[in-house]
Nanobody, 124 residues
Framework: EVQLVESGGGLVQAGGSLRLSCAAS????????IAWFRQAPGKEREGISC????????NYLDSVMGRFTISSDNVKNMVYLQMNSLKPEDTAVYYC?????????????????WGQGTQVTVSS
């Protein structure tokens, strides 16, 4: 059974940093794309970054380029999202998603497996 569990969210001041973690189980990293999405109140869910075991990483969100970095530890079955220089507009629920697709995608309905989400709140 595929399971994804996010952690690491919280309240941080603008300019601060957080590292989100996604603990994955039930599948082999090499065969799956694992992505980070976020959804702010009243807005659509948007893809941030994705990592695929055999194809590397892809980044989708211009507003976080140079501030957010996706990485993975395939031994620990963990995927991370390092978020630096946080801004109030980064406030959202952040989700980890996975699916056995051949390449990364920023389209949320391509992913069948989702974590419960972790809240990130950035104060000004």
């Amino acid at each position: 059974e595929v399971q994804l569990v996010e952690s690491g969210g919280g309240l941080v001041q603008a300019g601060g940093s957080l590292r989100l973690s996604c603990a994955a189980s039930g599948f082999t990293f090499d065969d799956y794309a694992i992505a980070w999405f976020r959804q702010a109140p009243g807005k659509e869910r948007e893809g941030i970054s994705c990592i695929h075991g055999s194809r590397g990483t892809s980044n989708y969100l211009d507003s976080v380029m140079g501030r957010f970095t996706i990485s993975s530890d395939n031994v620990k079955n963990m995927v991370y999202l390092q978020m630096n220089s946080l801004k109030p507009e980064d406030t959202a629920v952040y989700y980890c998603a996975a699916d056995q697709i051949t390449r990364c995608s920023s389209i949320h309905h391509y992913y069948d497996y989702w974590g419960q989400g972790t809240q990130v709140t950035v104060s000004s």
